[in-house]
């Protein structure tokens, strides 16, 4: 039971270097998002994939770009990586809206 | 989106109860959610409760859900060192997503 998987599970960058983190699961889930979690702010929501082929902007979508490559896979953009990027990043699936979410392992990013 | 708030921290003795409370934000939402965030991991359901109902039990857990006010909380019976964990209360948001509290560690001592 995969579930919902992430790569890297840890990455350092500096600043102005690009990187994308992937999310693929396989749970034939229709919604996918991207969420970060930071000390003190609790979790966050970046992007989202209310169903393959459809993007919208979370709470804190500034920095980043999401594709929804099909109905699997969904990654998250960091264009020109920036400290304020450091965090853990989860991604999450969910069958439908309104229902249980399910969570990846989540990714460490360091950025200096 | 809003705040859904919940105290930051709460340390109990093992085997005592412990109770974790939430205000969430969003009266339309449908379900209302408590995950559980061991170290290094991710976020894994522990239990929910449908909008309509304002208690659910489900074994050492019971959730009680306070409409007018906007008061979910989050009981743990005979609370052992392995509950020790992060608990994150949260709402749908728009109908998609899922808004989170900042979550409560719960720290469980012998």
């Known amino acids: 039971n995969a579930g919902v998987t992430q790569t890297p599970k840890f990455q350092v960058l500096k600043t102005g270097q690009s990187m994308t983190l992937q999310c693929a699961q396989d749970m034939n889930h229709n919604s996918m998002y991207w969420y970060r979690q930071d000390p003190g702010m609790g979790l966050r929501l970046i992007y989202y994939?209310?169903?393959?082929?459809?993007?919208d902007k979370g709470e804190v979508p500034n920095g980043y770009n999401v594709s929804r490559l099909n109905k699997r896979e969904f990654s998250l953009r960091l264009e020109s990586a920036a400290p304020s990027q450091t965090s853990v990043y989860f991604c999450a699936s969910t069958p439908d809206v309104n229902t249980e979410a399910f969570f990846g392992q989540g990714t460490r990013l360091t950025v200096v | 989106g809003e705040d859904v708030e919940q105290s930051l921290f709460l340390s109990v003795r093992e085997g005592d109860s412990s109770v974790i409370n939430c205000t969430y934000t969003d009266s339309s939402s449908t379900y209302l959610y408590w995950y559980k965030q061991e170290p290094g991991a991710g976020l894994q359901l522990l239990t929910y409760?449908?909008?309509?109902?304002d208690m659910k039990q489900d074994q050492r857990l019971t959730v009680l859900l306070n409409k007018k006010d906007k008061h979910l909380s989050l009981r743990i019976a005979d609370t052992q060192t392995g509950d020790s964990a992060i608990y994150f209360c949260?709402?749908?948001?728009?109908?998609?997503?899922?808004?989170f509290g900042k979550g409560t560690s719960l720290l469980v001592t012998p």
């Open positions: 994939s209310a169903s393959e082929g459809t993007t």
């Open positions: 409760i449908f909008s309509n109902m």
């Open positions: 949260a709402e749908t948001l728009s109908g998609y997503a899922l808004n």
